[in-house]
């Protein structure tokens, strides 16, 4: 799976957007980036997966850039309880070999979310 | 709310002790997958099984076992336990079917703080 790189922490007011950037230059064709957060301890949660087009659910959006290199996560009116460590994972679309669907967390990016 | 479960939520134990973590995957889901959270190392894969049969290993200790029941129901199984097995244990699950290539979403329980004394 490739590689991303997450700023270590990033700061957002209430009620304003949170972009959260992504870098994964290495990514394949068959890769998808996958977005998760953990809340202090809990289990991480699922928030917005996408292949080459942007997506948008409930939660947030995912703009993946053209040549796929990069992405953003963009929470549209961030609150306090957007505060948490959001993991950017590439993940394989194959089957088979070692990774058989597991997800590698890197460091992700802590989002303090303040009043 | 994920729809997995796990328990217990916490769990003291010495060290050179054996202990089972429990999961229920969601309703439907076939795959169960565990990860253990420490300070020093992130989360990390540690063991997939596919209704029932391992599927793949991650970072896992010979002293750590897994098995998915026939209800599909999984328990990690942590035997002479060390001060450094101390963490978060997560298992999650994703629907999966034996048609599908297992990369469907996974969605994780509230996990299970284990100290090691």
């Known amino acids: 799976d490739a590689k991303t790189t997450q700023p270590t922490s990033m700061d957002c007011a209430e009620g304003r957007a949170a972009n959260l950037p992504c870098n994964h230059s290495?990514?394949?064709?068959?890769?998808?980036v996958y977005w998760y957060r953990q809340i202090h301890s809990q289990g991480p949660q699922y928030i917005i997966h996408?292949?080459?087009n942007n997506e948008t659910n409930e939660m947030a959006s995912l703009i993946i850039t053209e040549d796929r290199k990069s992405s953003t996560l963009i929470l549209p009116h961030a609150t306090l309880r957007d505060t948490a460590v959001y993991y950017c994972?590439?993940?394989?679309?194959?089957?088979?070999?070692?990774?058989?669907?597991?997800?590698?967390f890197g460091q992700g990016t802590i989002l303090t979310v303040h009043p | 709310d994920s729809g997995v479960t796990q328990t217990p939520k916490h769990l003291i134990t010495a060290t050179g002790q054996r202990v089972t973590l429990r999961c229920s995957p969601r309703?439907?889901?076939?795959?169960v997958y565990w990860y253990q959270q420490s300070l020093d190392q992130g989360l990390q894969f540690l063991i997939h099984?596919?209704?029932?049969?391992?599927?793949a290993k991650g970072n896992i200790l010979e002293r750590f076992s897994a098995q998915q029941f026939p209800d599909l129901h999984s328990e990690l199984n942590l035997s002479s336990l060390e001060l450094g097995d101390s963490a978060l244990y997560f298992c999650?699950?994703?629907?999966?079917?034996?048609?599908?290539?297992?990369?469907?979403?996974?969605?994780f329980g509230p996990g299970t703080r284990l100290l090691v004394l």
């Open positions: 994972i590439v993940r394989s679309t194959n089957a088979g070999g070692t990774s058989y669907g597991k997800l590698t």
């Open positions: 996408g292949l080459k």
């Open positions: 099984y596919y209704n029932g049969e391992e599927r």
């Open positions: 999650a699950s994703s629907v999966a079917s034996r048609t599908t290539t297992y990369q469907e979403t996974q969605y």
């Open positions: 309703s439907g889901d076939l795959s």
């Open positions: 290495t990514i394949s064709g068959n890769e998808y």
